[in-house]
């Protein structure tokens, strides 16, 4: 599993940060992912939960 993140898309809410602070930062105003390549399988829960709340779908998962 991977996250894709369309930074043409993303807002910056934070969100998806908040609910996978181990995957995902949106300190510089644009979500950035913070692992390269697959989600570790521990953080997989996270992952689902940050692409969901995500208000504008800028994140997928693949
Ligand atoms: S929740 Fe969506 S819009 Fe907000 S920072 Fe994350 S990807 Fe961007």
């Known amino acids: 599993m991977r996250i894709i993140v369309d930074r043409r898309r993303c807002e910056g809410h934070g969100l998806c940060e908040g ?3 181990e995957l995902l930062s949106a300190d510089k105003g644009r979500a950035e992912l913070l692992v390269d ?20 779908a800028a994140l997928r998962l693949i």
């Open 19 to 21: 609910m996978a602070p």
């Open 37 to 56: 390549g697959d989600v570790p399988t521990d953080q997989q829960i996270a992952a689902v939960t940050a692409v969901r709340v995500c208000p504008i």
